[in-house]
């Protein structure tokens, strides 16, 4: 077990090198600045270990993770693709990676200029008039649209609009904004194809006739379904006085193809850490900006990146801005990295992402609908779900298909959502995986399905190769142990 002792474990006194000279100015108490209650009386209890231990301890924790850089990442709604590595060379270049926020303009016009093309830029991918960069996260991007909504519709006097509609297999974070934004959120049902279905629709806005502030939708679905009616949907909830709302979490299957202000969609957010390459996962940082159609712009957090003779500057929002949503510019550097993606790829190279990431799912879509049920049986998009209730006939859930996958050096698809498929196991491939990737994945997956029929136990004791096993999900997320409390005492100074 040495190898996979703690830090604390390690070491023994006398064995750190101390890097900083003795001190040669007198010590000043801390005292006066910090109570005496809070001081410590004794040095911490710190482990001494030598720079190599360090060195070895903190990589092979970074390799008891599974990450994109590893191998293949199939998490549908979470776009986990190659993040190429020129844009952490852009965002690492000094001149964005140390500006200060606050610097004068004249001083910081490239950077201004990045964003204000980026803005352009995804104003144009998204059909929408204007954009605001300042969102952190699709979820931030979400709460900031509905603002917009309400201010919009209270710049009318049309006070009575408190209904957000949301098909059933939304995203939480969809119903969460609606209800912090102070909205009543009312579900939508999906038809036998996947989409909404347009007589629950039809009857819901009647139900709900002058109360109807917006829709909230992502399309392609979280089944990873194009809703075809989608124009007639934003038609019939325009014609209720209901604005639209695009989650852009979806947006890797339609660059270049389709644009949501072409659907009828009033504000868009697209996730730059998903469709636009930010590497993300162990909660950011990701940006969510969003995109408004030209009545919305006045209601448009500010300042705005703007442009004249003399240079780029930030332009003050206007009296009805719902104002500020994030300090300074956003997160800068995963901006940096989206426009870096975007001018890397260009416009028909952005069409290819989205053509080869649609392409990928239905290549493995159709592998596998002979093994595992496929409730929705059409072309999908960028992503699909399958069901592994013909598994779980025979004692074998989704969850333990997934342990399952980890032993053979992939992350599993999501599990268990969307809500309306049973034993849901949500596959998105992303477009940056090789032929050859989508094959060993198939042949795994066909593999389990082999094993579950013939040799569940495999399967319900699996993962036997990761260095923890089956952890309580609900403990480690409620209640992360987040201290490690030595077995012996540490080696004291
Ligand atoms: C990821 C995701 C969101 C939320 O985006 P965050 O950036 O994680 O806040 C919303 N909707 C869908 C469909 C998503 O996949």
Redesign the pocket.
């Known amino acids: 077990m040495s190898t996979e002792s703690l830090i604390f474990e390690k070491g023994a006194p006398g064995r750190a090198i101390p890097l900083l000279p003795e001190l040669d100015v007198p010590e000043r108490p801390l005292d006066h600045l910090i109570p005496a209650s809070y001081l410590r009386t004794e040095p911490a209890p710190l482990p001494e270990v030598s720079e190599i231990e360090v060195v070895r301890h903190y990589t092979r924790l970074s390799q008891r993770n599974f990450g994109v850089d590893l191998g293949f990442y199939p998490l549908g709604?979470?776009t986990m693709k190659y993040n190429p590595k020129i844009n952490e060379d852009m965002a690492s270049l000094p001149g964005f990676a140390r500006l200060h926020p606050l610097v004068d303009d004249s001083m910081a016009q490239g950077a201004i200029k990045l964003l204000y093309e980026l803005e352009q830029y995804i104003a144009e991918i998204a059909g929408m008039a204007r954009v605001t960069l300042q969102p952190a996260?699709?979820?931030?991007g979400e709460i900031t649209g509905l603002m917009i909504i309400k201010a919009y519709h209270e710049s009318r006097g049309d006070i009575e609009r408190n209904v957000v509609l949301i098909p059933d297999g939304a995203?939480g974070?969809?119903p969460a904004s609606a209800t912090l934004a102070d909205y009543t959120t009312v579900e939508l049902k999906s038809d036998a194809r996947g989409g909404v279905d347009l007589a629950h629709l039809e009857a819901t806005l009647a139900q709900h006739a002058g109360h109807i502030a917006a829709l909230m939708m992502?399309n392609p679905n979280?089944l990873g379904l194009f809703d075809e009616n989608i124009v007639e949907i934003a038609r019939r909830v325009h014609d209720a006085g209901g604005q639209l709302y695009y989650?852009g979490?979806?947006a890797n299957a339609i660059m270049g193809i389709t644009r949501p202000g072409d659907m009828g969609f009033d504000v868009v957010h697209l996730?730059l850490?998903?469709t636009m390459s930010t590497p993300h996962g162990g909660g950011g940082p990701?940006a969510?900006p969003i995109g408004v159609a030209p009545h919305l712009v006045p209601f448009l957090p500010g300042p705005l990146p703007a442009k004249d003779d003399s240079g780029y500057f930030w332009e003050d929002a206007g009296p009805q801005s719902i104002g500020r949503v994030r300090a300074n510019n956003g997160n800068f550097l995963v901006l940096v990295r989206a426009y870096t993606y975007i001018r890397s790829n260009g416009p028909d190279g952005l069409r290819h992402v989205s053509e080869s990431a649609v392409l990928n799912a239905n290549y493995i879509m159709r592998a596998l609908e002979g093994e595992y049920d496929l409730p929705f049986n059409r072309a999908c998009m960028h992503e699909f779900v399958l069901s592994a209730d013909r598994q779980k006939k025979l004692g074998v859930s989704a969850l333990d298909i997934a342990k399952r996958i980890l032993d053979f050096d992939m992350h599993p698809p999501t599990i268990y959502f969307p809500l309306i498929v049973h034993e849901a196991m949500m596959i998105e491939p992303t477009e940056t995986e090789t032929r050859e990737t989508l094959d060993e994945f198939i042949a795994l997956m066909k593999q389990i399905a082999r094993e579950a029929r013939e040799n569940p136990s495999i399967v319900l004791e699996a993962p036997h190769k990761t260095v923890v096993g089956r952890l309580d999900q609900t403990l480690a997320a409620r209640k992360p142990n987040l201290r490690w409390t030595p077995e012996r005492e540490p080696a004291t100074v």
């Open positions: 709604s979470c996260a699709g979820a931030h995203h974070t969809n992502t979280t989650d979490a979806n996730n850490h998903k990701g969510g």
